[in-house]
């Protein structure tokens, strides 16, 4: 069986960092959300501690790199609550389908990503983006998976996606360009992991309606016509046709007499 370029880059980084495809490892960012928002609710400056602040970084607060990923982005309990058991779904159901190698890097890249925009581009210091990619990845691979939204209306998840990227398209369009290149920054790990299928898929479709353009083309291409009277069988298809000794074609109407 033929072993695709794809296939041999992971397994090649499989192989050579056997850490990335720790399981789990995104279900403990989840838990360390939890631990951290009671943390910041018990004192609140935890939370400046920890963010992603690329001044602070330069000056040796190294670990600010990682635990940004561990603020949670509101203070209620019922919205932590929600976000918390969608984010520790999005984690298994994403583990499931794509491995724990692959997920580890999808989170890791998003983590480049937003670390790149806040020290070049000045935006996406929090773990917004980072999160909705993980979102839109699901989105993606299960797009007609039904959620509950509010707990009330049973909802396909790819329409949910839909607003959601509408909405960035919205903020993209109003946002000077240095925010814009933060927001593709924060994204590039969508970005890298979806739009190489995108682009293929795309190619694809052109190629399947080239065809079948070119197979109506030739479809409607008469294979007799009549040399007198112009007819062919796709205009009359009940005519008969004759090929005459001279090599000429005529319906049976105004075939020569002999």
């Keep these: 069986m033929t072993v695709s370029p794809a296939e041999k880059f992971w397994d090649f980084l499989g192989r050579r960092l056997p850490w990335l495809g720790t399981p789990g490892l995104l279900k403990a960012v989840v838990l360390l959300n939890a631990l951290t928002f009671l943390l910041v609710n018990l004192d609140p400056a935890y939370a400046g ?37 969608f ?39 929090a773990n917004t983006f980072l999160n909705l990619s993980l979102f ?30 509408g909405f960035i398209a919205l903020q993209f369009a109003m946002f000077p360009p240095s925010a814009k290149m933060a927001m593709v920054a924060s994204l590039a790990n969508y970005l890298l992991f979806f739009l190489p299928s995108f682009l293929n898929a795309r190619r694809v479709r052109a190629a399947d309606a080239a065809r079948l353009r070119k197979f109506r083309d030739s479809a409607e291409t008469s294979m007799h016509r009549c040399a007198q009277c112009g007819r062919t069988e796709i205009s ?21 007499a002999r």
């Design 236 to 256: 009359d298809p009940d005519l008969d046709f004759r090929v005459t000794a001279a090599g000429e074609e005529f319906c049976t109407e105004h075939l020569p």
């Design 49 to 85: 501690i920890l963010a992603l602040i690329p001044e602070k970084i330069l000056q040796g607060e190294v670990w600010r790199l990682v635990t940004y990923i561990f603020i949670p982005q509101t203070s209620s309990w019922f919205w932590i609550l929600f976000l918390l058991l």
């Design 136 to 165: 839109f990845a699901f989105a993606t691979i299960a797009p007609d998976y039904e959620v509950f939204l509010f707990f009330l209306v049973r909802v396909r998840i790819k329409y949910i996606a839909w607003v959601m990227a």
């Design 87 to 125: 984010m520790w779904f999005l984690a298994g159901a994403l583990e499931e389908h794509w491995g724990a190698l692959k997920l580890n890097v999808f989170y890791l890249l998003g983590m480049v990503g937003c670390t790149i925009a806040a020290f070049f581009f000045g935006g996406a210091s």
